[in-house]
């Protein structure tokens, strides 16, 4: 696990750099050990979109495909309030 951890946190780091994000933050379920979510925020839509073609991204998606035990889940949502 400590592989994925450290995947996790280069993507952070990574990403935070990126223009337009405001908020990535890395969180591991407090009851199921080993399963971590991703929140973030970005200024525009157009800065979610551009860091869907980062380098970075592109390889933690190939690095990570070995270490997940069923497909991942995305939510999708506008900050209202």
Not at 9 to 35: F, M, N, P, S
Not at 37 to 50: D, K, P, V
């Amino acid at each position: 696990m400590m592989d994925a951890i450290e995947l996790l946190k280069k993507l952070a780091h990574e990403t935070r750099k990126e223009e337009g994000c405001l908020q990535y933050d890395l969180i591991e379920d407090k009851y199921q050990k080993g399963v971590f979510f991703i929140i973030e925020l970005w200024e525009t839509e157009e800065h979610h979109f551009a860091h869907s073609g980062t380098e970075h991204l592109q390889n933690f998606r190939v690095e990570s495909i070995p270490m997940l035990e069923e497909s991942t889940q995305v939510y999708r949502g506008f900050k209202f309030f």
